[in-house]
T-cell receptor, first 115, second 112 residues
Framework: AQSVTQLGSHVSVSEGALVLLRCNYSSSVPPYLFWYVQYPNQGLQLLLKYTTGATLVKGINGFEAEFKKSETSFHLTKPSAHMSDAAEYFCAVSDRETSYDKVIFGPGTSLSVIP | DAGVIQSPRHEVTEMGQEVTLRCKPISGHDYLFWYRQTMMRGLELLIYFNNNVPIDDSGMPEDRFSAKMPNASFSTLKIQPSEPRDSAVYFC??????????FGPGTRLTVL
């Protein structure tokens, strides 16, 4: 079965520093890949997604992620962290091994930004 | 567009009571998902519908949980009887095809 791992349940960065949140998936078939963000007391919202085509995907709020098939990874980055980036981040993959429509979410990474 | 609407936003009930959570998906979306989020278990998919038909309910924890989607604009998640371990935030999400899911604000359920 498809699975998603996110290395580090909690990441702290200084304001202005690089943000790197890691995501790896297990699949024999390249999946659709997503990053969602959840701010306190809110639902999840999409940051970016990869389906096909260019492997470097740009999203909202200056985030981007690169799909690396050989590494089965889809790490999320942002060059310069802002205080407003503090939130929970979820990597998700569509379960293309069984059906496209079922999305599997990772456990999440809580990002703290230190002033 | 109002987005996905969930009600109530907060629910406090006593063990043994019936709880009904409601969701209105975004108009035109053909998929609807119910999730549960807790600190211990993270985000869990409970059940999802396509064109009002339940596709996968393997995440429903037990028979106390049931979900319906009588039409394209309304879905309910019912817990009967409720237990303290059901306390969580329940999210509804909808999507059009295999595209991104749009999440509602969630219902925070507390079972005493």
């Amino acid at each position: 079965a498809q699975s998603v791992t996110q290395l580090g349940s909690h990441v702290s960065v200084s304001e202005g520093a690089l943000v790197l949140l890691r995501c790896n998936y297990s699949s024999s078939v390249p999946p659709y890949l997503f990053w969602y963000v959840q701010y306190p007391n809110q639902g999840l919202q999409l940051l970016l997604k990869y389906t096909t085509g260019a492997t470097l995907v740009k999203g909202i709020n200056g985030f981007e992620a690169e799909f690396k098939k050989s590494e089965t990874s889809f790490h999320l980055t942002k060059p310069s962290a802002h205080m407003s980036d503090a939130a929970e981040y979820f990597c998700a993959v569509s379960d293309r091994e069984t059906s496209y429509d079922k999305v599997i979410f990772g456990p999440g990474t809580s990002l703290s930004v230190i002033p | 567009d109002a987005g996905v609407i969930q009600s109530p936003r907060h629910e406090v009930t006593e063990m043994g009571q019936e709880v009904t959570l409601r969701c209105k998906p975004i108009s035109g979306h053909d998929y609807l998902f119910w999730y549960r989020q807790t600190m211990m278990r993270g985000l869990e998919l409970l059940i999802y519908f396509n064109n009002n038909v339940p596709i996968d309910d393997s995440g429903m924890p037990e028979d106390r949980f049931s979900a319906k989607m009588p039409n394209a604009s309304f879905s309910t998640l019912k817990i009967q009887p409720s237990e303290p371990r059901d306390s969580a935030v329940y999210f509804c999400a909808s999507s059009f095809g295999y595209n991104e899911q749009f999440f509602g604000p969630g219902t925070r359920l507390t079972v005493l």
